[in-house]
């Protein structure tokens, strides 16, 4: 917590304090000194309670962007990890001639969880890393017999572990854009635990 946010509680402590000094002859009796301010206000502080005893709760979030990464067939780059989570750009042959752009999540903590427009796992464990699970995903143009067309998707995710990290995600997948088979690019929410 800031030097500032500190000093706004000593001084809010401070004033209440002395209104109760003021009304209440039982607390009148000894002296209110600035040290005695200061623990009240240290206090409160570390128990993350307002003026009126009720919780504060404090978030710790962070934005990161990635990209573009920009892919050929085959490839595959890190994004980044992000408490247990671990993202990937992979740009593949979907079997059928076809470009797909994937963004894939791995997991270093067992029975975490995550969500996304395509594909969701509920028991998200280590176990599962030899495959990983789709993030995001975008089937597009083909590779090889004829033109290929440009194809863009947006999906968005969310994955949480028991230790209490969050991430919330959005990704636009371009296949056959600016030159490269895949361009995927995109922004993280990271919650960590406090």
């Known amino acids: 917590m800031d030097r500032s946010r500190i000093g706004r509680a000593v001084a ?20 209110l000194t600035k040290a005695k301010v200061k623990k009240l206000a240290k206090k409160a502080v570390k128990q993350n309670i ?3 005893g009720n919780p504060i709760f404090i978030e ?3 934005l990161v962007r990635y990209g573009p990464v920009q ?21 593949q042959n979907d079997g059928g001639g076809n470009i797909q752009g994937l963004v894939l999540i791995t ?7 995550y969500q996304s427009n395509d594909d969701s796992e509920d028991d998200f464990d280590v ?18 017999g004829g033109p290929q067309e440009t194809n863009s998707e947006e999906d968005e995710g969310h994955a949480s572990s ?5 991430i919330d995600g ?5 296949t056959n854009f600016a030159g490269f088979d895949c361009s995927i690019a995109g922004y993280i929410i990271v919650e960590s635990p406090m």
């Open 107 to 113: 997991t270093s903590e067992d029975n975490s969880t």
């Open 50 to 52: 307002d003026d009126f």
């Open 71 to 91: 892919l050929n067939v085959p490839g595959t780059a890190p994004i980044g990890t992000f408490g247990p989570f671990t993202l990937t750009a992979s740009c």
């Open 12 to 31: 809010i402590l401070a004033v209440a304090a002395l209104a109760v000094a003021v009304v209440s002859p039982a607390f009148s009796a000894a002296p």
């Open 127 to 144: 176990a599962d890393n030899p495959n990983p699970e789709w993030w995001a995903e975008d089937t597009g143009g083909i590779i090889v």
């Open 170 to 174: 959005r990704t636009t997948i371009n």
């Open 162 to 166: 028991p230790s209490g990290t969050n």
């Open 60 to 62: 710790e979030a962070e």
